[in-house]
């Protein structure tokens, strides 16, 4: 795409920024999104498993993630993994890669509360250490989170998650020991609309700043 000129824009303000017209802006223009491939397990110890894009990590000291989980659309229910996390107080988000889209794309599926998707999708899992939510074997990525604060957002319709990181769970075939290769972990990534990306090209600039806690070099 060309530099855009000052006057080829259309601009959207706030008085025409309904909830469908925000969620159609919002999502075409923040991306990619990773994905939290989350699992969670009901009172009756029933795991569910659905994607969310609406994540991202949002605080080092202590490690922790947030996942924006809005009402249905359809009916104004809360979803099942929202529902599951306030009275767990617990989830493991799994990295989607392209090895899983297919299946973590069907996760995502409306099942009924009493339907695990784990077992309808004939997912293996690995039992956690720290939670009751296992954890999905085919990622390469677990991360064990136990919920710090659940903020509602705005009219009401959107809840932030945000849990703290008690376990890293890393695939040896993507972590060295000290950092995790995206090109081998091959994440998938969420765009606008019915659309995924993978990790596509890959730059490289040396780093000007050092990372949080970091004493050693920049790199
Ligand atoms: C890739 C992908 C990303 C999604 N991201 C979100 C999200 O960030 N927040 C949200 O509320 N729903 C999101 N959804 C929709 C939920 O996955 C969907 O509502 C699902 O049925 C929830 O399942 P549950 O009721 O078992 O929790 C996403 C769906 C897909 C396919």
Not at 110 to 115: R, V
Not at 200 to 219: I, Y
Request: net charge negative; with cysteine.
């Amino acid at each position: 795409m060309n530099r855009p000129q000052p006057t080829d824009f259309t601009c959207v303000e706030h008085d025409a920024l309904d909830t469908e017209t925000a969620y159609r802006l919002l999502v075409g223009c923040v991306v990619p999104r990773p994905i939290a491939w989350i699992t969670t397990v009901d009172a009756a110890g029933r795991v569910n498993v659905a994607p969310f894009s609406s994540y991202n990590y949002v605080a080092t000291s202590p490690p922790m993630l947030a996942v924006n989980i809005a009402l249905r659309a359809g009916d104004g229910a809360i979803k099942d993994t929202a529902r599951n996390i306030l009275a767990s107080r617990e989830f493991v988000v799994n990295v989607a890669t392209e090895a899983t889209m297919e299946e973590m794309h069907q996760s995502a599926w409306e099942y009924p509360p009493d339907i695990s998707e784990a077992q309808a999708l004939g997912l293996p899992l690995l039992p956690s250490r720290h939670v009751r939510a296992p954890r999905i074997a085919s990622s390469p990525v677990q991360m064990e989170c136990r919920l710090d604060q659940a903020v509602t957002l705005g009219r009401g319709v959107n809840t932030l998650y945000i849990g703290e990181v008690v376990a890293f769970h890393l695939s040896n075939a993507v972590y060295d020991g000290h950092r995790v290769d995206a090109q081998k972990m091959r994440p998938v990534a969420r765009l606008g609309g019915p659309f995924y990306s993978g990790l596509g090209e890959v730059f490289h600039r040396p780093m000007l700043q050092k990372p949080p806690g970091g004493e050693g070099s920049a790199d």
